[in-house]
C-alpha cells in the first residue's frame, strides 16, 4: 500500500495563510518606506526627485531627514568658512549674465518639481565659445568648472546624450555639492566632462568638471555656452541668490589675461531668459 501523499498547502491553517498574505502584501509597502530614508544614497534621492518618482509629501520628509543627517556626518567646523571661489578658471563676476545678478528669479521654483520646476533660481556665467563647440575661444581648450567652496560631493550625472530619452534633462551632465560651512548646496549644470564621484571630498576652487553644452535647450544653438549656478539652502532645499557669494569670491585665473570682453554685452534679457 502506497504511502498517502499530501498535497500543497497541506498542514496550513486558514491563520497562517492568511499571515503570509498580508506579509506578501507589506513587504513592498515597507521597501518603499524604507527607501525614503536617509540610508539610501543623496544621488538615489536626487534622481527620484528629477524624475518625478517621489511625492511631495515624501520628498519634504525625505528633505528635512536629509538635512539632519548631512549635519551629523559632515559638522560645520571641519570645513573652512568664509572662503568662496569663483567658479570658472579665467573668469569673473563681469561675465555672469543680466545686471548685478538680475537673471536670479526664483519665483515659482520648488526642488521637488524635478526636471518640470519653473523659475530661474539661479546664475548663469557665460564663457567667449563664439563658435559653440565647447572650447575657450583664445586657448582652444576646456574651461574648468570649480568647487565654489569646500565640500562634499552628493550627485553627479555624466550620461546626458542628444540622441537618447536623456535629452530631456535640462541641467544634462552636473554635479551637486554639500557645502556644511555654508550650510549650502550648490548645483552645476552643462558639464561636458566630471572628474570627481559621491562622496568625494572637494576643496574651494578645486576642478570638478569642464563646462559643456549639455542639456536640454544648452544644447540648441540659440543658446550661448554657459554655467548655470544653483544654490539652495541644504536645511530646505529653497534657493539662495549666488551673486553675493560669487561678488566676493577670489578668483582663480588662467595664465591668460583677462577677457576683453564679457559674455553680457549679449542683451541683458537674453541671459535671465535662458532656463536649465
Known sequence: MQPKRKSVGAGFTPALISFFISLHLFLPCLAFSQSLQPSFDWQDFERMVRDGNISYRDGEKAIADWADRLEREFPQDQFQKNISFFPLKGYSLKDVGGKNGDGYKPEGYRFLDGNRHQGHPAQDIFVRDRDQDGLDDPTGKPVEVLALAEGVVLS?????????LSREIRGGNYVWIYHPALKAISYYAHLEKIFVRTRDKVQGAEAIATLGRSGRNASLSRSPTHLHLMILSSRNMEPMNAFP?????TLKHSSLPAPTFSCAAFAGTAHPALVF
Do not use: C, E
Open 245 to 249: 557669494l560669487l561678488k566676493s569670491s
Open 156 to 164: 553627479t550625472f555624466s550620461d546626458w546624450k542628444k540622441t537618447d
